[in-house]
């Protein structure tokens, strides 16, 4: 079996991590602060965008990758990839504005906990009826 949703996903989503953390350097740079925010607003919020994807991203491709793993629908795969994708872009898009437009926050969020949820319980059904049925 080829893997290929998770690693075009992971792809994907390592290509935003590296806008989030350039605009972290560059806020840094141009405010000439090294550590912390001392009280930026703007290196505060790109900070947040940055750390919150890096909190969300990992735990929802690695839910993705067993469901790949373990034989999950490709539709539901390239579904929970899209929203991942989708999901995370809107949510730095959101937070990292300025005036935050919550809707884009919120709409983030959402596909990113429904990425987790279903994958979740997806990864639920599929281990407990290998272990049931061999």
Known sequence: MTIITTPLVASL????????SV???????????????RGNDIL??????HAN???YTPLSL??????????GAHWLLYGLGLFLVVGRTVHAYG???DPEPMNFRVVGMVLTFVVIGTAAL???VLA?????IG
């Open 128 to 132: 407990t009826n290998a272990l049931l």
């Open 95 to 97: 937070v990292g504005s």
């Open 13 to 20: 989503l390592a290509l935003l991590y590296l806008v989030l």
């Open 44 to 49: 505060l919020r790109r900070m947040r965008v």
């Open 62 to 71: 690695l839910l993705l990758l067993m469901l790949e793993l373990m034989g």
């Open 122 to 124: 997806a990864n639920l």
């Open 23 to 37: 605009r972290v350097i560059g806020a840094r740079n141009s405010e000439r602060i090294s550590l912390g925010d």
């Open 53 to 55: 994807f890096a909190e």
